[in-house]
């Protein structure tokens, strides 16, 4: 009897924590890290640049290639762009630069907000801004005061979209959920008339669609057409801090009230988007010019290019600290005009 159970204990538990690690050996030895990152539907060909942003980001960094991990796991993995951090549930993770929604119902969100789910510790690196910062304090995670989007290093991925010629005087980066479809080329949803521009204006205004081919080249087009316009206006997160991260003034482009040009309460949720707020909460100051108009609603874009063209750059953000604070060793400088990424960055060799 002995002997059987020296069998089965070898068999059940043994060799399975040897065969673990020996995996981990080895995705050690590959220099290989773990990282989670949101993604689009499986059957989807493409991505959306923001969200694609995190691994080559980070890719670039450490000079390491990533290994996906489920928002839902056991392993040690590190969270980094996006509204993402209330996904997470089990094992450890490692946020630097991301963001939390304790608003919309999911895993761990409901009525009464957020709640750190049981058996997962955060450890943060930095937040995306204080209410990130605030949420998980009230869950009884400690953080330092270190914040920023991670994003804002994709002028370091394509420095020379900083210096390209500017085509157009406004470019409108829309958020994924305004497009008809969810591809390149799409027309945006035609219920949304502001998003209607005169035919005399047509050459002054771009739409930017923020999906775009699965790869490094097609995330970097994206950027590159947000470089050629001289301000942004945006629904989406990532398309406010890459233009600034370019040196292009963005402004949120929000549909609430009150109408028209405005200064806009940064800590007020219920007028202003709780990811634009979070973003813009580490900034020395109550409020930040935004321009809100219905979606449903025309909009006269001659008043909008001219209230763009007086509008200068709010975003004052030092980025030494969020550099420091990446919780892995660093491949590169801070002064590195440019972070190569490597090719063969991905484990798995997609986005999905």
Known sequence: MRRGSDISF????????????????????????????????????????????????????????????????????????GTIAQNFSGGTVRLWGSGLDAISPGLNVDADGYHLPAATRFVVAACRGRHTRRILAENGVESPEVFGDPGWFANRIWPEHARQEKIHDVGVVLHLTEWAERRPGAALKPQLRRYEVPEDLSGRIAFINPITRRSVEGVGEVVGAIGRCRRILSTSLHGLVVAEALGIPAFYFGATTPLGPQEMRIADTRL???????????????????????RGRPLDWHQVLEWCDRQASIYDFDEGPLFEAFPFRRKVALGDERWPVREDFLVDGDFL
């Open 10 to 81: 070898l068999k059940t538990t043994l060799l399975p924590r040897a065969r673990r690690r020996i995996e981990l050996s080895r995705r050690a030895l590959n220099r290989e890290l773990n990282l989670t990152w949101a993604s689009m539907a499986e059957d989807q060909p493409y991505v959306n640049f923001g969200d694609a942003l995190g691994p080559i980001v980070v890719s670039a960094i450490s000079g390491r290639r990533l290994r996906k991990q489920p928002f839902v796991s056991g392993e040690t993995r590190l969270s980094t762009i």
């Open 272 to 294: 202003m988007d709780h990811r634009m707020c979070d973003l813009y909460s580490i900034l020395d100051r109550d409020t930040v010019p935004a321009f809100i108009w219905p």
